[in-house]
């Protein structure tokens, strides 16, 4: 029963960490909230509904931090979407201009 408070207390204190490093957001923060409420349950007694609270609480901290870490590299995806397009315009540019060189030196060639 102790290692078991022990190791709910640890995730309680990680899990808060891990996400807040990932993400803000509101149903985080609920998650992280739910976490600590069933961490609060367990220090008062009521053992099983802590621990049932606080494995739940885990569960969706876990779950709507990565919502919102895949929504996070979805926004940054699109930032850098208009620069690699623009680099393939340059790029695209560049290979137009080395063919029309190559075709004008030959046609200055045999002239």
């Known amino acids: ?3 078991l408070l022990v190791v709910l207390s640890v995730l ?24 600590e409420t069933g961490a609060k349950k367990i220090g008062d007694g009521q053992v099983g509904t802590g621990v049932e609270q606080t494995a739940k609480g885990i569960g969706n901290t876990i779950a709507e931090g990565a919502k919102y870490t895949g929504d996070k590299f979805k926004e940054s ?6 620069e690699a397009k623009s680099s393939w315009g340059s790029f695209k540019d560049s290979a137009n201009s080395f063919g029309h060189s190559v075709k004008n030196f030959f046609t200055r060639l045999f002239q």
Do not use: H, R, W, Y
């Open 1 to 3: 029963m102790k290692f």
């Open 12 to 35: 309680t204190l990680i899990a808060p960490a891990i996400v807040a490093s990932a993400a803000d957001d509101s149903k985080v923060k609920a998650a992280t909230n739910q976490v």
């Open 77 to 82: 995806g699109k930032a850098a979407e208009p």
